[in-house]
Every structure is written in structure tokens, then in C-alpha cells.
């Protein structure tokens, strides 16, 4: 028969107690005697003197917490489980009869301060951790970006020695060149004033040619004497005061046929100078219907030379009413090269006022494109104020097309000095909008080291609106004028100010041309900056092009820091994209450091986000291997998230021993980068074993503990399973070990085998 426990005999309490130790001690005593063990039994159990036992139930002692506990821990495994209101009861008293006294009240509030210092000591320390390896991983990602600083300047050190030979070399050509200008403008200056002057002598000597025909003539025909003949050059003359257009016309047709050309341009020429100005426009319009406006394009440079500018105006309107349009266009051309810079701001107003507002718009743009840049700022200074603003901005509009950088940022500077401000943002503008990306840069770049920083800011905010296409290219030249911080700063105005399919194509171009980097950052600043509304259309842009929006959500989810990651979890699961969300939570927590998982888990739980609540938790464990849930835990166990990692074990450990072990496995195999947190983690999986599995389970789960390698973990699981299930567990699991053993003490060891 089974044995009955019997309730221990205690003596009665003595006389004069406080009511508050009294009171303690009676319940305190009815728990013990419901154990039904002896106080002598009991103290060897607890390793304890009897005596001090004695005291503690007669009440002439107040006990430690820690004794009662254990006795409520005694009651149940006993199977006699004491109810919550009578634990708090019983506390409650605990507290009071120690207040009676006041050196164990002391004592037990010293106690209680020490057991709540020692868990924010735990806590603290488990922090420090997570703050150590993230140290850790950003001293050695840092050692590693200044490695390659380093090499990067090696290069460039060595790009610089090895051209530097050819910088100066260029440098000195681009010197020569320079004096060859300013040397040949000189020339041409000369040379067109010497042109003048051989035109003078041709027409002296042709003249003299002529003299001497007419004199060789009389010698050949002695019948006809000098007084006999007419003299050709009297009658050309004659003909240029009094003949009438139609008789030049013929004269000079006749000279063309007498191989006289340069007689007969000379002749034009000096009736273009001399005649009104309608007489010399039907006179270059009966030579154009004769075929002969060869002369008459030869007389054009002599006539703007001496003609008044009114009277160059003035012709232009007649050859523009004849139709002549070549002829007009050849004293355009004409009048840009020999008149000073005033005569062309006259003639531009005086064709403006004759209507002629296409030619002057092409005199004025030519002018400013073509003229050297101490000439174009006085012509549009004449011209400031007279009504004729839409003729600057085209004008100017010409030079940012045809000018070189170098001439813009120069102009600039002199229209900054001149005080004209709106004709420099109408340059800026033009330039900004009609020149490449790369020249743009140049541009910017050119304006700075001028000293405008403003008008230089200007341009590349003026740059930035325009298409797509015209900002790839802007990004790739300032990445190749080596502009890493304009080129953030572009991309991140473009993803907050164009739409999404802009941002998605500009994310896919950088990561299509190797810049992974800038790629990531930038989607996730897009993710964070572009509105819920747009997150679809721009991730499903995303995923239309390579590689696809999953590759560029892992991409950025290595590189992003700990914050930022959070930041997009929660805001991709806000706007319903949880499948996106869920990818950037399994990369980062698989593929980061334990330190970062850690920050990035709280962050995650200051959002409340729903990676963190219970449901998912759970899901989680219940779908893969446990062995995938490694990474996991150790970021909650070194972000003390207790209350999350034990929802995570009471999943877990309802798996087989075979995945608890690879579980374990994996842990080990993390503890290198996580320090001394697998441990724990590993001490409270056994423990969890200990409170939910069955003793057969727990046995086997030891066995392929110790056959994996992992005593550590097995003698865990042995202590907990012990102090539950008493010596029952340690029996089974010895009967276990040494089942397969052959006992040489058993008769069927000593008995012979049958045959």
C-alpha cells in the first residue's frame, strides 16, 4: 500500500507575539504541514540548519521570501498548487511581520532593491552588447571605407603623376592657342583695313589698265587719232553720275563680256556709294534678275563701310520689300563684322521700328554669338530699357547655344558687374534648359569658381526640371567629375519633386550601371519620402524592369541602417504592401549583424508594427525550420525583448528533438558575432522543454544533445527536467543510457546460448 504523507508536528507559537508575525507564521505554517514531510527532512532538502527552520515556522524569525518560495514551488510539484490571491495574501503578510522589525524590513527592502538592480544590470549589460557589436560591424566597415579611400587616392595620385606631364604639356598649348587669338584678332582687324585700302588701289588700277588698253589701241590703229577716240574710262564715269539703272545694268553686262569683272563690280560699288539708297536697291535687283549678283554681293561690304547706318536700314527695307532676301542677309552678315558695337544696337532698333523684327532678332543674336564678349555687353546696354527685352532674351538665347562655357561664365560675370540681372537669369535659363547635361555641370562648376555660387545654384535647379532622360545624364556627369555630394542632392530633389515612374527609372538606370550603392540609398529615401499613394505604382515599376523589385528591396535592405529599415517596414506595412515589407524584414534579420537585427527589432516595436505582435511571431515559427529562427532570436535576446522571444520558444520547442538540435546548431554556429547570448538563449529552450514536453521526450532530447557535441546545452536541459520531475527523470534518462548495456551480473549473461 502506498504510504500516506502525514503532516509535520510543530510546536505551538509563543506567547506575545505581534499580531503581524502571528498571523504570517500560522499560514506559513499550514502550507509546510501540508507538504507532509518532517522539518528535519525539509532543511536537509533545502540544505539548511533544522533549527533555523524551527524558528522560522514558530515565528520567532521572519524567513527570506526565497524560503517561502520554495515552499510554494514544494507545494506545486506536490500537485497542491497554492492560489494566486492566497500567494499575494501570504506576501502581503510577509511584508507586514517584517515591518514589525525593523532590521529584517531593512533587510527585505535592501533585498527587493538588490533583485530589481541585478535585472537592470541584466538589461543594461544586454545592451551593451548589442551596442558593442554594432561598434564593432561600423569600425570594420569603416576600417574597410577608408581602405579603399586609401586606394582611391593611391590611384589618383598615380593618374595625376602619370598625366600630369600631359596637363602641362596642355596647358602650355591651350597658352600658345590663347596668344594665337588674341595675335589673329589683331590680324583681322589689320587685314580688314587693309582690304580696304587694296580695294582703293585695285579700282586705281584697273583704271590704269584701262588708260593703258585705250593708249595701246591708238598705237595699233594710226588712222584713228586720240582726239578720234572716246576714252572707256570717261565713258564708265559718264555713266556712273548720269546713266540710268537700266543703262548701268547693260554696262555692266557688257564689261562682264569683256571679261572686265573687276571694272564692272568696282562699278557697282561706286554707284552703290554714291546713288540713293532706292536707286542702288533697283539696281541690285535688275543685277539678281540678270544673273549678275556676283557684283552686287561684292559691292555689299563697301557699302555698309560708307553708307550711315539710317541708310543701311533704310536699304534693308527695300531689298526685304524686293524679295532680296541674299542680298539682305549679306549686309547682316556684313553689318555684325565691320560695325561698332553702338551702330549695331541702332541698327537693331531702327529694323525694329521698320517692322523688320526677324532680321532684327538675327542681327542682334548673331552679334552676341559671334562678337567678343567686351563687345556684347555694351550692345546690350545700349539697347536696355527700349522696349526691346524679347530681342535680348532671344539674343541671349543664341549666346547660350553657340557660346562656349567658358564665354557664358565670363559674359555672366560682366552682365553681374553691368547690374543686368534679368538678362544674366535669362542666359542661366537658356543655357540651363538648351545645352547638354555634361556642359551644364561644366557650366556650374565654371560659375563657382567665378565666385557665383548663387547663379550656379540657379542653373542646376533650373537643370533639374528637366526630362528624365536630360537628368540621367546630369547624374552621370557629375558621378564622373567625381560630385558625390551634388549627385545625392539631385537625386533626392528628383525623387521628392517628379512622380514615381521618374523615381523608378532613375532607380533601375543607377543599379543597370553598376551603382548599387546609390541605387539603394536612393530607394530608400524614395520609400520614405514618396507619397502612399504612389508606393504602388512606383514598386510595381520596379518589378517591370530588371532586377526585379525584390533584388533592389534586398540590395537596400543591406546597406540601410538600422532606423531607416524600420522606418520602411513600417511604412510599406501601413500602405498594405506586407509582402514587400516581410522581404526587407527577412533579409535584414538573416543578413545583418546581431547588434543591428537588435535596433532594428526595437525600432520595429516603437512603431508597433505587426512584425512584432504575437500572430506573426508564431506564424513564423510554425512555417520553416526552427534552425531559421536563429538570427531571430538572438536579435531578441540581445534587444532584451523577453516577452517576444518567449512567444517565439513556446512555439518552438513543440518541434521535433532532431530541429531542436539543428535549432541549437545554429546558435553555436552564430556565437562567434553574438558573444555569450546563445548560451542564454540555448538555457531558456531547455527550460521552456523542461515546463512543455513529456519526460520520454525530454530523455531523448538529452541523448542527441550529448551525440550532437552540446553538453552545455544537455546538462541545462537535465537540471531543469530534474528540479521538475525529481529523481523519476534522472532514473529514466540512466535507463535509458544503459539500455542497450549488457548487465554481467544477469543470469541470461552467464546462461549458455541455445542452439
Known sequence: MERTAQPARLAPLKEGLPPEKRAFAEDLRGMFQALGVSVRRYAARRHMDPSTVTRYLNGERIPPWDFVAGILADLREADSPVTFEAESGLRTLHREAGKSHRTDSEKQTLQDRLADADEETRRIRTRQRALEEALVDRTQRLAEAHGRCRQLAMDLEEQRLTHRNDLELWQGEFDELESECRELEQQVVYLREALAVARAELIAAEDQCHHLEVQLEQAQDPETGPAGRISLMAV??????????????????????????????????????????????????????????????????????????????ALMVHLHRAGLEEHLVQLLR?????????????????????????????????????????????MLTWLAGTGLDTLIVSAIGAVAVERSIYDIATLSRALTEAGMLPVKSALHTAAATRRSAYEVAALAEALSRSGLHLDAENVFRTTQGQTIEHLLALVSALQAMDKHHVVTAVINHAIASRPAADTCLLITDMHATGRHQQASEALITALQSVAPTDLPQLLNGLNRARPGTKALLESAARTAGHKEAAAVVAGLEVNGLTDHAQTVFGCIVRGRPTGHVAWFLIYLRQARSAFMDSAFLVQQAQSGPPAQMAPLLLGLGAAGLQEEMTVLLQVLVHRDAEEIVLLLRQLERLSSAAGPEPAVIGHHIMEEIAQARSMPYQVGLVLALEAAGLPGEATALIAAATARLDRSFTDALRKERSKHHQRVLSRSFWQSAKP
Not at 250 to 265: F, I, Y
Not at 274 to 301: K, M, T, W
Not at 335 to 364: C, F, G, K, N, Y
Open 236 to 313: 564708265l564715269e559718264e555713266t556712273d553720275r548720269s546713266a540710268s539703272v537700266a543703262e548701268l545694268i547693260t554696262v555692266v553686262a557688257d564689261l562682264e563680256s569683256r571679261t572686265q569683272r573687276a571694272m564692272a563690280s568696282e562699278l557697282v560699288a561706286s554707284v552703290s556709294r554714291s546713288r540713293e539708297v532706292q536707286e542702288v536697291a533697283v539696281l541690285l535687283a535688275g543685277l539678281q534678275n540678270a544673273g549678275l549678283h556676283a557684283h552686287a554681293e561684292a559691292a555689299l561690304p563697301a557699302l555698309v563701310m560708307t553708307r550711315s547706318v539710317e541708310e543701311t536700314c
Open 334 to 378: 556684313a553689318s555684325v563684322q565691320l560695325h561698332t558695337p553702338r551702330d549695331i544696337a541702332v541698327l537693331v532698333r531702327s529694323l525694329h521700328a521698320s517692322s523688320l523684327l526677324e532680321q532684327a532678332a538675327t542681327l542682334l543674336g548673331a552679334a552676341c554669338a559671334t562678337r567678343p564678349v567686351t563687345d556684347v555687353v555694351p
